[in-house]
């Protein structure tokens, strides 16, 4: 069935770059998206990728897509604290847009 | 803020009891999505409205329902409610049925006592 499937806890010094990844298992998947949740908050749609696209820059970040590997993975740029939170992979298919199927998320800290 | 709003923000309420939860979309959205958010099962999709109608199912219970009203808002339904029901309920909306774009509201924490 559908899966996906991520790394629990990431940390990163403060400037630094993170990379979070993430991998599918869905290959009809035509979506894949990047939400962020931070504290007591809903998620907020940080980026989404096509699966006929290798790659996505978006200001500091960037996605890139192995669609042979099913893997995604987000790499932000000179990380700061405002960017602790937890992000979410997630995808979908283009005949069922509305059944998004989201990983277990990856806590992302920010040490000093 | 994502223009999605969710009432009320906390609830707290005994094994047994129904609760309706709110949402409204984003203005002119049609589409309503329910989620919920557990600690053992992650982010779910439990229910697509779009425009009145209900377009696609995910791991809802027998137990909940939902229903889209004539000026797009939407209702969760939440009846006989377990320990286990103890979740953050997210709604998120989007333009059109097929729109890949979904943007999340603030969610409602439910605790089952």
């Known amino acids: 069935g559908e899966d996906v499937e991520q790394s629990l806890f990431l940390s990163v010094r403060e400037g630094d770059s993170s990379v979070i990844n993430c991998t599918y298992t869905?290959?009809?998947?035509?979506?894949l998206y990047w939400y962020k949740q931070e504290p007591g908050a809903g998620l907020q749609l940080l980026t989404y990728i096509f699966s006929n696209m290798d790659m996505k820059q978006d200001q500091r970040l960037t996605v890139l897509l192995n669609k042979k590997d099913k893997h995604l993975s987000l790499r932000i740029a000179d990380t700061q604290t405002g960017d602790s939170a937890i992000y979410f992979c997630?995808?979908?298919?283009?005949?069922?847009?509305?059944?998004?199927?989201f990983g277990s998320g990856t806590r992302l800290s920010i040490r000093p | 803020d994502s223009g999605v709003t969710q009432t009320p923000k906390h609830l707290i309420t005994a094994t047994g009891q129904r609760v309706t939860l709110r949402c409204s979309p984003r203005s002119g959205d049609l589409s309503v999505y329910w989620y919920q958010q557990s600690l053992d099962q992650g982010l779910q999709f439990l229910i697509h409205?779009?425009?009145?109608?209900?377009?696609a199912k995910g791991n809802i219970l027998e137990r909940f329902s939902a229903q889209q009203f004539p000026d797009l808002h939407s209702e969760l339904n939440l009846s006989s409610l377990e320990l286990g029901d103890s979740a953050l309920y997210f709604c998120?909306?989007?333009?059109?049925?097929?729109?890949?774009?979904?943007?999340f509201g603030p969610g409602t924490r439910l605790t089952v006592t």
């Open positions: 997630a995808e979908g298919a283009y005949s069922s847009a509305s059944k998004i199927i």
């Open positions: 869905d290959s009809s998947s035509t979506y």
């Open positions: 409205y779009y425009n009145g109608e209900e377009r």
């Open positions: 998120a909306s989007s333009l059109e049925s097929s729109d890949y774009e979904q943007y």
